[in-house]
């Protein structure tokens, strides 16, 4: 089984909590508005890493992330980008599984036919009364299942 940890909306944020819960990942991925480049360092020195730019990623390390980026894990693919309004392509017909998106701030996981979307919401600085959170995919036999987890903060 395959350990994906998701992260998003940090805003330069790695709190302690969310390092530990993405500790033991077997690949993280950062849906964007990263905001430090600090943040990614830290991420990598854990797993390999896969980050987006988000809309409040500015600089020439930002300039360096992806808009969006494409992943598989064995038969499972996924699309990755920070602002699902931005989404350009029909995942069912292009063949993916997954879009793990960020922006929001608001953690969702819900599946639309055969593609499971995902939002682990915000692990930075808390907005709103929304809460602390990140996720991880648990990918087993060409099977994707997406776990939300909500730190107190």
């Known amino acids: 089984m395959l350990r994906i940890g998701l992260i998003s909306d940090t805003h330069g944020l790695l709190r302690p909590q969310v390092e530990a819960f993405l500790r033991g990942s077997d ?43 494409r992943l598989s894990w064995g038969t499972v693919h996924c699309h990755v980008l920070h602002d699902l309004a931005q989404l350009d392509v029909d995942p069912q017909a292009a063949g993916l599984h997954v879009v793990v998106s960020g922006h929001s701030h608001r953690p969702v996981a819900l599946r639309k036919g055969s593609v499971l979307y995902i939002n682990p919401g915000s692990a930075g600085p808390r907005r709103f009364k929304l809460p602390v959170s990140a996720a991880e995919l648990l990918v087993h036999n060409g099977a994707v299942e997406a776990r939300i987890t909500e730190f107190a903060v």
């Open 27 to 69: 690949h993280i991925v950062h849906a964007g508005d990263v905001c430090d480049a600090g943040v990614l360092d830290r991420l990598a020195a854990l797993a390999p890493l896969t980050a987006v730019r988000g809309n409040n990623d500015r600089g020439a390390w930002a300039e360096r992330l992806p808009l969006s980026a």
